[in-house]
């Protein structure tokens, strides 16, 4: 329910309170918005059709699920929260809404929380998911 209400004011916070800078810092922060949000858009969306008839609502892997680890999972544990978190920070710097940027941050710390609770039922299902984690960024690609 957290995570509604989240998206709700991330999706409504920027109309809504929107335009704290302006000039050249709002060109600047637009093109960075729109810029994370297409990457965002691509990195969840990827993430979707990855896992396939894994894809579950709850964090708790499905019974038969299979590990995905090739697509956007090859580069992320979890595209599709990395994907909806840049999303929900481009739009807070395309909305110039530092309201958004908080919501965007606070979804930021239930996806952190949401996705230790599910690498724990991972990890009790897939013993490789172990390794796999020690070369695979949670929400963004680890900087080699």
């Known amino acids: 329910m957290l995570q509604v209400l989240l998206f709700a004011g991330v999706a409504l916070g920027g109309a809504a309170a929107g335009g704290a800078w302006s000039g050249p810092v709002a060109i600047l922060t637009s093109a960075l918005g729109l810029g994370l949000m297409a990457l965002g858009a691509l990195l969840a969306g990827r993430g979707l059709l990855d896992l396939g008839r894994n894809l579950t609502p709850l964090p708790h892997p499905r019974d038969g699920a299979q590990l995905v680890g090739s697509g956007a999972y090859r580069l992320v544990r979890h595209p ?65």
């Open 80 to 144: 599709i929260y990395g994907g909806l978190i840049a999303l929900a920070f481009g739009w807070g710097l395309l909305t110039a809404s530092p309201l958004v940027l908080v919501m965007a941050l606070l979804l930021a710390g239930l996806f952190q929380l949401k996705s230790r609770r599910e690498e724990a039922w991972l990890l009790e299902r897939f013993p490789e998911y172990a390794s796999y984690m020690l070369v695979t960024g949670r929400f963004f690609p680890r900087l080699r």
